[in-house]
């Protein structure tokens, strides 16, 4: 069985995170999507916010589940018995961060990261832009999936 953990704070999952998850479902036979808890962050959407935009939004696809953690997402891997790490790749500079994680991940165990290239319509969202286009009252929605709504 090929699982694989996408792992991020998704604060919140945009059309990026969608379009990499969805056509990942065909590589795996069950895909965690892991939200990744650190206290020293400030996030926008609270915790149980943004697994519910998750939830909703795969609430459809039963290869899906959506889960919470701390620490290292390797202890997580081993944790679930999850043998990949699924990453998605807008631009070079996110290839060389994710690569320097992946090698590291490597070394510590045994676990592969499998990259994708987000597609070309949603390369240039990130959550951080989502987030200020709504910190200033611009429209967000065509940025994320119907799930993510502010109220």
Same mark, same amino acid.
């Given at each position: 069985m090929r699982k694989a953990i996408f792992p991020g704070s998704f604060d919140p999952i945009t059309l990026g995170h969608e379009d990499i998850i969805k056509r990942s479902i065909s590589l795996f036979d069950e895909i965690v999507i892991a939200i990744g808890v650190n206290a020293e962050k400030k996030y926008m959407f609270t915790l149980e916010e943004r697994k519910r935009f998750i939830e909703e939004t795969f609430k459809n696809e039963p290869k899906i589940s959506v889960i919470t953690y701390e620490g290292l997402t390797i202890d997580l891997c081993h944790k679930i018995k999850a043998d990949f790490i699924l990453r998605g790749l807008r631009n070079p500079a996110d290839f060389e961060f994710e690569k320097a994680i992946a090698h590291t991940n %490597? %070394?510590?165990?045994?676990?592969?990261?499998?990259?994708?290239?987000?597609?070309a319509r949603t390369s240039y969202i990130s959550s951080s832009i989502v987030r200020d286009v709504i910190r200033n009252g611009g429209q967000y929605e065509m940025?994320?999936?119907?799930?993510?709504?502010?109220k």
């Open positions: %490597r %070394r510590l165990s045994k676990i592969e990261t499998v990259f994708l290239l987000t597609a940025l994320v999936p119907d799930a993510v709504r502010v």
